[in-house]
Nanobody, 121 residues
């Protein structure tokens, strides 16, 4: 199984920046893909970005230029650097991973509990 724990959320003023982290732990063989989603108040969860284990990234159009995803495979950690934050970026941000528990085995999808980001003056 894989446990994902996010950190780095909090209150930030409009125009500010935050860096979210997500650490994976547990008993697994590898993590093929990690990503970030968010859920704004009253909205459905939305895709932001993913990154493969060899560093290939994919972004939602809404995230391009404002959010940057990265990962440290050795530390089993991914990051989401967010800049020029706006009030509409207020949301719970979720870490996401697709992992393989054993060599040649199937993949499974995991989610973190989320970290709150509030953009307000």
């Amino acid at each position: 199984q894989v446990q994902l724990v996010e950190s780095g959320g909090g209150l930030v003023q409009p125009g500010g920046s935050l860096r979210l982290s997500c650490v994976a732990s547990g008993n697994f063989f590898g993590i093929n893909l990690m990503g970030w989603y968010r859920q704004r108040p009253g909205k459905q969860r939305e895709f932001l970005a993913t990154i493969t284990n060899d560093g290939r990234t994919n972004y939602a159009d809404s995230a391009k230029g404002q959010f940057t995803i990265s990962r440290d495979n050795a530390k089993k950690t991914e990051f989401l650097q967010m800049k020029t934050l706006k009030t509409e970026d207020t949301a719970v941000y979720y870490c996401y991973a697709i992992a393989v528990l054993r060599p040649g085995g199937p993949t499974f999808q995991y989610w973190g509990q989320g970290t709150q980001v509030t953009v307000s003056s």
